[in-house]
């Protein structure tokens, strides 16, 4: 292998992983590359990822799993997209960038995957927090930060919290601006927390700072001392899709994976046109209940489909029939072409 090779094999690797919410990485590899002997509800289907899933990432642009679910399914691919332009000092990187949308139980957190310049000099924190702050690709996400308002990180502090200092030069930080509501203002803090920590690939909580200077409050929100991260299931969306992105272009069939806790790992998909539903199915998730887990669909065929836009929906199941808050949902708008 070529040094130019190995570069790009590491940064491919490095992706791989850019979003760890860790367990041991290892035995998760090993469990999800033994085939499964689940048993399968009628009309539903479990996907095994291959054993040579680390090499497909590769040469197939197939995801390779983390324990979070998957990251872009392959490097610079649909669901990487790229902000900013990037100087010749900084290295491409992709990094899983958290944002607010509506949920049946109120505002949680998403994902998306932006390949982004990370300056050679500095680590991806500030970057990754930056992206935060930007209006995402997805209409249906938000970030409930202030306009104007920046990020740098500043180091890490005596105890291993990762210090970032946050500055809006036009708005009080540390109040809840009107209109934003508490929870989602809660929301607002863990979406810097998880896509902090997604950018250092550990659970470090997080120091914030307004302008250099330590604060008790953050949109209202207590932050005194670290912070660290609320459980998955607290914090984020119960379903999401990671692939594909806002936008795709898809013809023939294509293929969707993201990461969900839904009832008996079932993950039901559907697209819709018009708000009428034009197709549907079921996807299996890894696992569920105690935390998010990857799901993947079987190739879906849309070649009978007419050329236009169209709404890819994942959801979770609900076992209530609708006597409960209702099943959570995201979206991504896709473009059929022949």
């Given at each position: 292998?070529?040094?130019?090779?190995?570069?790009?094999?590491?940064?491919?690797?490095?992706?791989?992983?850019?979003?760890?919410?860790?367990?041991?990485?290892?035995?998760?590899?090993?469990?999800?590359t033994h085939t499964s002997t689940s048993?399968?509800?009628?009309?539903?289907?479990?996907?095994?990822?291959?054993?040579?899933?680390?090499?497909?990432?590769?040469?197939?642009?197939?995801?390779?799993?983390?324990?979070?679910?998957?990251?872009?399914?392959?490097?610079?691919?649909?669901?990487?997209?790229?902000?900013?332009?990037?100087?010749?000092?900084?290295?491409?990187?992709?990094?899983?960038?958290?944002?607010?949308?509506?949920?049946?139980?109120?505002?949680?957190?998403?994902?998306?995957?932006?390949?982004?310049g990370v300056p050679s000099t500095a680590?991806?924190?500030?970057?990754?927090?930056?992206?935060?702050?930007?209006?995402?690709?997805?209409?249906?996400?938000?970030?409930?930060?202030?306009?104007?308002?920046?990020?740098?990180?500043?180091?890490?502090?005596?105890?291993?919290?990762?210090?970032?200092?946050?500055?809006?030069?036009?708005?009080?930080?540390?109040?809840?601006?009107?209109?934003?509501?508490?929870?989602?203002?809660?929301?607002?803090?863990?979406?810097?927390?998880?896509?902090?920590?997604?950018?250092?690939?550990?659970?470090?909580?997080?120091?914030?700072?307004?302008?250099?200077?330590?604060?008790?409050?953050?949109?209202?929100?207590?932050?005194?001392?670290?912070?660290?991260?609320?459980?998955?299931?607290?914090?984020?969306?119960?379903?999401?899709?990671?692939?594909?992105?806002?936008?795709?272009?898809?013809?023939?069939?294509?293929?969707?994976?993201?990461?969900?806790?839904?009832?008996?790992?079932?993950?039901?998909?559907?697209?819709?046109?018009?708000?009428?539903?034009?197709?549907?199915?079921?996807?299996?998730?890894?696992?569920?209940?105690?935390?998010?887990?990857?799901?993947?669909?079987?190739?879906?065929?849309?070649?009978?489909?007419?050329?236009?836009?169209?709404?890819?929906?994942?959801?979770?199941?609900?076992?209530?029939?609708?006597?409960?808050?209702?099943?959570?949902?995201?979206?991504?708008?896709?473009?059929?072409?022949?």
């Open positions: 292998m070529t040094d130019p090779d190995a570069s790009d094999l590491r940064d491919l690797l490095h992706d791989a992983v850019s979003d760890v919410h860790p367990e041991p990485a290892l035995a998760e590899i090993r469990r999800r048993a399968r509800r009628p009309g539903r289907w479990l996907v095994v990822p291959a054993a040579a899933a680390a090499v497909a990432v590769i040469v197939g642009g197939i995801a390779l799993l983390n324990q979070t679910g998957p990251t872009p399914a392959q490097v610079g691919g649909p669901a990487a997209t790229t902000s900013g332009t990037p100087s010749a000092a900084a290295v491409q990187r992709t990094l899983a960038v958290y944002y607010v949308g509506n949920t049946s139980q109120g505002p949680r957190l998403y994902r998306e995957f932006h390949r982004v680590g991806p924190v500030g970057t990754a927090v930056k992206e935060a702050l930007r209006t995402p690709n997805d209409p249906d996400y938000r970030t409930p930060w202030p306009a104007g308002t920046r990020a740098t990180q500043t180091g890490t502090s005596a105890d291993g919290a990762v210090t970032v200092s946050l500055g809006n030069s036009s708005t009080d930080l540390t109040a809840r601006p009107p209109g934003l509501s508490a929870a989602e203002a809660s929301a607002g803090v863990q979406q810097l927390v998880y896509t902090i920590q997604a950018a250092v690939q550990n659970l470090q909580p997080v120091q914030f700072q307004i302008d250099g200077k330590d604060t008790d409050t953050l949109l209202g929100v207590g932050v005194s001392g670290p912070v660290s991260s609320v459980s998955q299931l607290d914090a984020l969306a119960l379903v999401s899709i990671s692939d594909p992105a806002e936008g795709a272009v898809v013809h023939g069939s294509f293929t969707a994976n993201g990461v969900a806790s839904s009832f008996e790992a079932n993950v039901p998909w559907q697209i819709t046109k018009d708000g009428k539903v034009v197709k549907n199915g079921f996807s299996t998730a890894a696992g569920w209940m105690d935390r998010l887990y990857p799901w993947k669909t079987a190739p879906i065929d849309v070649s009978g489909l007419a050329p236009g836009r169209y709404t890819f929906v994942a959801m979770t199941d609900d076992p209530s029939s609708g006597e409960g808050p209702g099943p959570q949902s995201d979206t991504r708008t896709i473009v059929v072409r022949r």
